[in-house]
């Protein structure tokens, strides 16, 4: 499956709103490794998640590691680092991606289909002047 630009800037919000279940129940080592090989993040910045003992701390580190992140995959690379490993934790990725995603262009087809324009009629107030 391809992925572009905005499909990583729907996993980068997925990732942060699942952050709190993820933070428990992700050892991040591995996707650590995998990240640190595809140049996802720095040497310095694996060096320093693996000098975090408490894996909770560690997996918080690099989930804000991440969203400060520039590279245009960064998600994308998370969440293949994460498939095999935590293939539940995916699925609710994908599945709050896909929320966000139906969200917008529900939204997107709001505003086209009202072409801007306010729909509701302006409210009268004048019944309700006491002289």
């Given amino acids: 499956m ?9 996993l980068k919000a997925a990732f942060k709103t699942l952050q709190p279940k993820i933070v428990k129940s992700v050892d991040p080592d591995s996707a650590i490794d995998e990240l640190h090989a595809k140049d996802i993040i720095t ?17 918080r580190k690099l989930l804000l590691i ?8 960064t998600f994308i690379r998370l969440r293949e680092a994460l498939l ?13 991606q896909a929320e966000s995603q139906a969200a917008r262009a529900h939204q997107l087809q709001m505003d086209l289909s009202t072409e801007g324009t306010f729909l509701l009629p302006p409210y009268n107030v004048t019944w309700c002047i006491r002289k």
């Fill in 84 to 96: 095999e490993d935590y293939p539940s934790i995916v699925d609710e990725v994908d599945k709050c």
């Fill in 2 to 10: 391809q992925m572009d630009k905005m499909s990583n800037e729907a």
């Fill in 43 to 59: 040497a310095k910045d694996s060096r320093e998640l693996c000098d975090i003992q408490d894996t909770t701390k560690r997996c």
């Fill in 66 to 73: 991440l969203q400060d992140s520039k590279h245009s995959e």
